[in-house]
């Protein structure tokens, strides 16, 4: 307790595990067969308490140092905790060390009772996990998850199928045809809830405008479609909102789904622009037929971008495809002197 609270206040979250995994480094058993068994009676159970939540982070970080020696056992352990808290970040070093090995335990998962255990098949094996150690071998070549996906695409808990499907999508940063493909081949016949998971895990490809991506969900060019941009103002004051208005026409013979994009082109520090993909709508249109959409895209402080004033542009892309833009004029409020 000394060891896990000197300074423990001033700290920010990963610093906290941090501490708290030294803590465990000095105080339990150098044998980690030893330490394993502590470790698993500290979580909870139907009869008592335990460990569970943020405090297990340090326990991951822990079994993640030390349990790769000792590579049945540290599995097993992180199996067992996950269902109090993820292991996602414990079981990494695992498949880092002997990714073969790894993933013959981790495929045994997929069919488990606990939703979880299930869970940490997929998201532990994601090649860009956020906040986690990168799987280098998975980024070049993430054939040897794509079973393990495939097993967990139709799970009945929402929360597995999603994290199948930000496997994908991490899949496809790196491997775009890839995971097109797999996405065509496992789209036919498919249910509503496996179709949601298949277009979520298409999300960057279609922002993209992935041809294939594209395809799979009845998108087809944007050659029959007019798109035209209008702004309500050239100038937006920075706290406010830019106002615009799209108008698309299919102006083919027949009819079109349409998916409806906008990319805000910010400016960086060096004057350049840098773009940002959101999502706007998707229609289907008749021939002949022309729709008028309205939005405000806020422009506001958030903690993940740093504006500057001067010339940004707004880009429509209609299937994919750039297909109308303007520029503006972001103006930063005057701060008073006083």
């Known amino acids: 307790m000394r060891l896990a609270t000197d300074g423990l206040d001033a700290l920010e979250l990963m610093e906290r595990s941090a501490l708290i995994r030294d803590a465990l480094f000095a105080t339990l058993p150098d044998d980690f067969i030893e330490a394993a068994a502590i470790l698993k009676a500290s979580l909870p159970t139907l009869a008592r308490p335990g460990l569970s939540g943020w405090m297990l982070l340090p326990v991951n970080q822990f079994i993640a140092a030390r349990g790769p020696d000792h590579f049945e056992l540290g599995l097993d352990l992180l199996k067992a905790l996950t269902p109090h808290f993820t292991a996602e970040f414990g079981i990494r070093p695992f498949i880092h060390r002997d ?12 069919d488990d009772p606990d939703q979880h255990v299930r869970r940490l098949a997929s998201e532990g094996t994601r090649p860009r996990l956020p906040w986690a150690m990168r799987l280098p071998q998975l980024v070049k070549d993430p054939a040897p998850i794509l079973p393990i996906l495939t097993a967990l695409m139709d799970d009945p808990e929402d929360y597995v199928r999603r994290s199948v499907a930000n496997s994908l999508n991490d899949i496809a940063k790196d491997h775009a045809d890839l995971v097109a493909a797999f996405i065509a081949g496992h ?19 279609l922002k993209k405008g992935h041809a294939q991506a594209l395809a799979n969900f009845g998108f087809g060019a944007a050659a029959s479609l007019v798109c035209e941009l209008r702004l309500i103002s050239g100038e937006v004051m920075f706290g406010k909102g830019l106002d615009f208005e799209i108008r698309v026409t299919n102006v083919g013979k027949a009819a079109q789904s349409v998916m409806i994009d906008y990319a805000i082109h910010h400016m960086k520090a060096d004057g350049s622009l840098s773009p940002k993909v959101f999502k706007c709508k998707t229609i289907m249109l008749a021939p002949g037929q022309s729709q008028a959409i309205e939005r405000r895209h806020a422009m506001r402080p958030i903690t993940t971008r740093r504006y500057y004033p001067g010339l940004h542009r707004i880009a429509i892309l209609v299937n994919g495809a750039e297909s109308a833009s303007e520029s503006f004029i972001l103006m930063m409020p005057s701060r008073d002197p006083s």
């Open 99 to 110: 990714q073969q090995r790894a993933l013959a335990v981790i495929s045994g998962w997929v």
């Open 187 to 205: 789209i036919q016949g498919a249910s509503a809830e496996r179709r949601r998971l298949l277009k979520h895990a298409s999300r960057t490809l």
